[in-house]
């Protein structure tokens, strides 16, 4: 079997360029590269309403915001099958079985589920759909017999719990479930990009993001504003830039050539560090710099977000023929899943011809 793709962003606001170098632009080289049989990508508003219950409306808002803003990346529906999570019923089947193979101390484990309990505030209130979301996501993934799984770095112990998941399922009911792989970004800078406060991952529910959909003035805006060493003061001091927002960004989108387009004065990157290490560098130079490189880079995303902003019914009638599709592929794995359990009793025959042996002798 050739290789099947999986991967979703949660409809909790649109999608940031945190998302775009965690796992975006890695989904549309994949695309582009061809080598699979099958590439679903879910819009996980189930998931979602774990930690946003009391807020349906904003998970309503989303879905096709986040869906203009894959088209805007340039994912290709022709190739990719996109789709809303909660429209595909078997996931929550699939989610049903799996609870039992998952303890509650492992759920508590989880070091993304730690964190994001933290800062969601939940402590003493957690509701038991976000503790478990971990295994809903697994039924994500083996959901559609997914081997490849382009996500960012924060996915990476939900990854390890599917695959736990999958052993264990394996084990008991036989060979089953595919054991699917994460795919992380080939530059590590781009595993968890800080907000632009500096503080945080860059996060829609913290609000310090640059959105894909952001204006040039916004973008502009933001990044002027962006965190760097609170010791420079002066434009003679000398910087630091390890844990300085504006380096980890242009570590992560800075290419040689941008130097010869904007900042001849230097050849790379490591040449424009030891300067703001000696002093003699002030932070609106290398911020502008910046501004320069991801106006470039966000500008052919704005423009085709705009073109599919005049075509929405034509947006909403891609997820539903994806919805649709992913429905089968997802059909056809809970079948499998419920014949390897022994719960398939209308399908399999043999279960009415063994019961009717077992009372054969008392006719
Ligand atoms: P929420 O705050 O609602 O959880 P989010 O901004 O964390 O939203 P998700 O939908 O949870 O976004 O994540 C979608 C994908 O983007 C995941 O693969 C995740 O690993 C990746 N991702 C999210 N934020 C970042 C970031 N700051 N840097 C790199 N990758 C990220
Ligand atoms: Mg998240």
Redesign the pocket.
Known sequence: MGNIIL?G??P?GRL?I??Y???LRQRKEMQDKGDYDKFFIEIADAQ?LTDNYDNPQKIRENVLEVALDYLAIGIDPSKVTIFIQSAVPSLCELTFYYLNLVTLARLERNPTVKDELKSRSFENSIPTGFLTYPISQAADITGFDANLVP?????EPMLEQTREIVRSFNSIYGETLVLPKIVLPSNEA????PGTDGKN?????LGNCIYLADEKEVVEKKVMSMYTDPDHVKVSDPGKVEGNTVFTYLDVFCKDEDFEKYLPEYKNLDELKDHYRRGGLGDVKIKRFLNDILQAELEPIRLRRKEWEKRIPEVYKILEEGTKKANEQCLMVTNKVKKAMGIDYFEDTSFLDEFLNKYKGNE
């Open positions: 991967t962003d949660r909790t940031h945190g998302h170098v965690g796992s979602a996500v960012g770095e924060d996915q781009c595993f968890r990009l991952k860059m996060s829609k529910s």
